[in-house]
């Protein structure tokens, strides 16, 4: 059932048990409340897609439009994505590999993050749906980027965070004059809540009843990074996870640009990276089991990764099994070395689940999952300025002097230069 | 009479209570109509998907009830909440 005025995308599809929808704003199958995925009609997308109409268009997300859920041009976000695929040949030596890259996701347009594209993708459809107010529930980069895409869309927005947040959290979406409102209780109460609302108000949550749509942005890190490489693939993709959305839409991307003749051979193995104090995917990939444990109380640094019970958990585990690859946890100590090791070898600043795709790359070398003759992408999610707390007294103090010359030659030059 | 509504839950349930009919009391103690979605039991854990028809104080209940037990409810777009 394709349809011209949908675009190239066809409708919604349960996961579970493949029952059709309608693409309208819903996200859970009726009859066995699976979740819904965007279907496309990939025959039509084939002959109307080409690399050479690809590399036409302006560098943004939206040069792969065809495989994008939204029926017209974007209406929001339309500068988002395209971010440097930086050659890391410091940081190869160091994690002892042939050749490393960086997708370097802290530099994506407007808010520093990856959650800018799929923001942008829902913002459009939400658009396209006839909704005036869009809102998320959120700690952190999900909430800056609803807050600023949304105010560049003229969209009324809401952001709900749980009322003990960190003032300086809430800033980043502050400024951007979005309503921002503060939930006492706790983390499942907030939760189920916000599920309410979004029923109730018939407001576009952009992870709720938006979700089919918005999930499918991440699918532009995985067709980036194989343009980028002239149309090729890494052998390894090392993602952080925590709901574990972003590493099954980077499968589904490879997978596409497969069938809809993009790439020929898509043979690529995408690893899991989680902190070890919230990484109920790791854990039962370990065990080899699909049954997820919650994590009743996340401890770690990695804050935007601390999600207890990860919605895609299960369908994360199954790409990671289907692509041959494995799955690594970090502890803060780990984290922290990470964020410093590409900084001092990359000069990038990551944020703390940065820190974690680092540190898990690391061991998946040192345990012989990944080959030194092998080559790998790192997808660096977002800036380092955005968890500046997680890493404060752990770089060191600068060194005080007078204003006299003869200080800086005792106390620095001599020291540094005459040792 | 109040309105009725339904809410769809995932519960996970503890090891400790796997095997006691949580979904049985559900309908039993409460005013409640409970429907069974998708289900995965083990000796370890117990991972429900539910729906969960009546009135909305008789729902609050019913999840006070089951968060006494150390049973999760959350909704069925779980990680609302989003970093």
């Known amino acids: ?419 | 009479m109040k309105k009725k509504e339904t809410r769809r839950f995932w519960l996970t349930i503890p090891s400790k209570i796997v095997q006691r009919p949580i979904i049985w009391e559900i309908g039993h103690k409460f005013d409640l109509v409970t429907n069974i979605g998708q289900a995965s039991v083990t000796t370890e854990l117990g991972i429900i998907s539910l729906s969960i028809e009546g009135q909305r104080s008789e729902i609050k209940k019913a999840i006070q009830w089951l968060e006494k037990m150390k049973v999760k409810v959350e909704p069925v777009e779980i990680n609302t909440i989003e970093g």
């Not at chain 1, 009726?30 to 279907?39: A, I, K, Q, S, Y």
């Not at chain 1, 407007?110 to 909704?131: H, I, M, N, Q």
């Not at chain 1, 993009?262 to 990939?285: D, N, V």
Request: aromatic fraction near 8%.
């Open chain 1, 1 to 419: 059932m394709h349809s011209h005025s949908k675009g190239f995308f066809t409708g919604l599809k349960c996961r579970e048990c493949g029952r059709l929808y309608p693409a309208e704003a819903t996200h859970v199958c009726e009859f066995c409340f699976g979740p819904l995925e965007v279907d496309y009609d990939y025959a039509t997308i084939k002959k109307a897609i080409s690399r050479e109409k690809i590399a036409s268009r302006p560098k943004s997300m939206w040069r792969y439009k065809e495989l994008l859920p939204i029926e017209g041009e974007p209406t929001v976000g339309a500068q988002v994505g395209f971010t440097p695929l930086v050659k890391a040949d410091r940081l190869a030596k160091e994690l002892g590999v042939r050749e490393c890259y960086i997708k370097n996701d802290t530099v994506n347009y407007p808010t520093l993050s990856f959650k800018d594209r799929v923001v942008s993708v829902a913002l459009s459809r939400a658009k396209e749906l006839g909704f005036t107010t869009v809102a998320c529930a959120s700690t952190g980069n999900l909430a800056n980027s609803v807050a600023a895409n949304a105010a560049s869309a003229g969209l009324k927005s809401y952001v709900l965070i749980p009322a003990d947040l960190e003032q300086g959290k809430v800033l980043g979406s502050l400024v951007f004059g979005t309503n921002v409102v503060g939930i006492h209780g706790a983390y499942d109460q907030v939760n189920r809540l916000c599920s309410e609302i979004a029923g109730k108000y018939g407001w576009a949550f952009v992870n709720v009843n938006i979700r089919p749509y918005y999930a499918e942005g991440s699918k532009s890190i995985g067709y980036e990074i194989a343009e980028q490489l002239g149309w090729k693939l890494p052998d390894n993709i090392v993602v952080p996870m925590a709901s574990g959305s972003l590493l099954t839409k980077i499968h589904k991307a490879i997978t596409e640009m497969k069938k809809v003749g993009l790439m020929k051979t898509t043979k690529c193995r995408i690893h899991g990276a989680q902190a070890t104090g919230c990484a109920p995917i790791s854990h039962a990939f370990k065990n080899g089991s699909d049954i997820l444990k919650p994590v009743a109380s996340p401890k770690t640094i990695a804050k935007s990764l601390a999600i207890g019970t990860p919605a895609d958990g299960y369908y994360a585990i199954q790409s990671i099994r289907e692509t041959g690859a494995s799955c690594e946890d970090a502890t803060d100590v780990e984290i922290i070395e990470g964020i410093q090791l590409l900084a001092g070898c990359e000069g990038i600043f990551a944020e703390t689940a940065g820190g974690v795709t680092v540190a898990c790359a690391k061991k998946l070398v040192a345990n012989g999952t990944i080959a030194a003759t092998e080559s790998i992408v790192l997808c660096i999610t977002g800036h380092g300025l955005k968890t500046q707390e997680a890493i404060a007294g752990h770089c060191g103090q600068p060194r005080l002097i007078h204003a006299k010359l003869s200080e800086f030659d005792e106390k620095i030059y001599h020291a540094d230069f005459k040792k």
